[in-house]
């Protein structure tokens, strides 16, 4: 059965940094890209990440370019989302989500999702 | 960047209903069209894929078309358990939009 189960939310102030991790058990994690989806307290779902299955290719949204960082460890079948500078509108349920069509994020279809973990950035 | 549309933003339907959903990009995105089923507290579901494949295990009465620009999520005899938002999200380019949904609720 597979299994994604993030980590790392919580309450964080304006301009601090957070990191979330995704532990992933239930399939080959180094045969699939994976991604970051989020979504706003009653709002709508926006993509955020996405990294292939060998980190070489990696892609932002633009409201998150240059903030954040996605990284893998598959030894360790774990997806991380560095987020720096934080701001409040990066207030979210922050999704994991493996990608149906393989290895690669150019055209992503989200199969499987974790049950998310919250960010609020507030001061 | 591609812009996803979708109508209505809700609607209110009866069990054994035939529901449909129509989502719309701003450009061509050929069959690179998704759906997801999304219940309050839950992650999204994958119902459909490439715009008509049926996700495993997803009930049959879940049916999806369209090519370009215009494509539809079909519910043939709405069930309680399909009482939920629908979202589309375009595969095609970068930032890989989601729909703004539609929540599907009880008449």
């Known amino acids: 059965e597979v299994q994604l189960v993030e980590s790392g939310g919580g309450l964080v102030q304006p301009g601090r940094s957070l990191r979330l991790s995704c532990a992933a058990s239930?399939?080959?994690?180094?045969?699939?890209?994976m991604h970051w989806v989020r979504q706003p307290p009653g709002k709508g779902l926006e993509w955020v990440s996405g990294?292939?299955?060998?980190?070489?290719?990696?892609g932002y949204a633009d409201s998150v370019k240059g903030r954040f960082t996605i990284s893998r460890d598959n030894a360790k079948n774990s997806l991380y989302l560095q987020m720096n500078s934080l701001r409040p509108e990066d207030t979210a349920l922050y999704y994991c989500?493996?990608?149906?069509?393989?290895?690669?994020?150019?055209?992503?279809?989200?199969?499987?999702w974790g049950q998310g973990t919250l960010v609020t950035v507030s001061s | 960047d591609i812009q996803m549309t979708q109508s209505p933003s809700s609607l209110s339907a009866s069990v054994g209903d035939r529901v449909t959903i129509t989502c719309r990009a701003s450009q061509s995105i050929s069959r690179y069209l998704n759906w997801y089923q999304q219940k309050p507290g839950k992650a999204p579901k994958l119902l459909i894929y490439a715009a008509s494949s049926l996700q495993s295990g997803v009930p049959s009465r879940f049916s999806g078309s369209g090519s370009g620009t215009d494509f539809t999520l079909t519910i043939n005899s709405l069930q309680p358990e399909d009482f939920a938002t629908y979202y589309c999200q375009q595969s095609y380019s970068t930032l890989f939009a989601f729909g703004p949904g539609t929540k599907v609720d009880f008449k």
């Open positions: 989500a493996k990608d149906k069509r393989g290895g690669n994020i150019g055209s992503p279809t989200f199969d499987y």
């Open positions: 239930g399939f080959t994690f180094d045969d699939y890209a």
């Open positions: 990294i292939s299955w060998n980190s070489g290719n990696r």
